[in-house]
């Protein structure tokens, strides 16, 4: 579809813009359906996911990564989640990463900060959007939210498995944040072997910052996990 970005330019400062990599097909979660479609609550994770960021008010433009032929339905989910944050929507590619860069490829330049959230992270609370965005303000390169891994961890070696220090561990979550040109730069070297945007950051030779991830920000992978979702909207936690 053709995306005119000219017109939405967020005005306030710092201009935050999220992208949200939804161009998945969700093969985990086994819906039939891409796993942003899949109803959550009775709309959209898509849609659940778009509030959670516009939460924050710096967030002023919404750029969806989709799978090809939803843009414009995608796009209709995601304005009616909004608020008074414009929805572009561009069609996604093969990996989560040529997702991602798809939608990078139309961010105006004069944008301070650029997210790179989940949509299957749909009930990441405000709070760590906002401390995200943050400390990008405040200098970091790359920022991640960060959760404490609760499982013992074992690595598989030569004969065996050992036991690793797990104190040390974060479990990494999004949204993740970025100068817009940090990312740009990331991008444009295009590490292969990197699973997410800091970690193309990091090949650059630059720092990763790591805020206070939260429960509430795990990903829908599975089933279960969609159960967890409808359970924690229902009861109406707005902590986990
Ligand atoms: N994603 C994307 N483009 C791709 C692959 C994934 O935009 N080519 C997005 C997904 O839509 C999701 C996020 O990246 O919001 C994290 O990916 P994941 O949880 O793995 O979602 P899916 O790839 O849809 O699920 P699965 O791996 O089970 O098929
Ligand atoms: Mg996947």
Redesign the pocket.
């Known amino acids: 579809m053709g995306v005119r970005v000219d017109s939405v330019t967020p005005v306030q400062e710092p201009r935050v813009v999220a992208i949200v ?9 086994g819906a039939g359906t891409p ?2 479609m899949v109803p959550l609550a009775g709309e959209p994770i898509l849609a659940h996911a778009v509030r959670g960021l516009v939460a924050d008010v710096r967030v002023g433009l919404v750029v969806l ?1 989709t799978p090809e032929g939803l843009e414009e339905p995608m796009a209709a989910i995601a304005a009616g989640a909004s608020g008074a944050a414009p929805v572009v929507a561009v069609t ?5 990463a ?2 991602v860069a798809a939608a990078l490829a139309v961010v105006p330049d004069e944008v301070d900060v650029v997210l790179v959230h ?3 992270r749909c009930l990441t609370p405000a709070a760590v959007v906002g401390a995200v965005i943050d400390a990008v303000v405040s200098g970091a390169d790359a920022v991640v939210p960060g959760a404490p891994v609760v499982d013992t961890i074992r690595e598989v070696v030569d004969g065996g498995s050992r036991t690793i220090d797990r104190s040390a561990l974060r479990a990494v979550q999004t949204p993740q944040g970025f100068p817009l040109a940090v990312l740009r730069r990331a991008h444009a070297r295009g590490d292969a072997d990197a699973t997410d945007d800091a970690g193309m950051v990091e090949a650059l030779g630059l720092p990763v910052v790591i805020v206070a991830g939260h429960p509430r920000a795990f ?1 829908v ?1 599975t089933a279960q996990d969609l159960v967890l979702a409808e359970a924690l909207l229902a009861g109406g936690q707005q902590d986990g």
């Open positions: 990599p939804a161009a998945g097909s969700g093969e985990r979660l796993k942003a990564a996604g590619g093969r990996t989560r040529e997702s989940d949509a299957a990903k992978t």
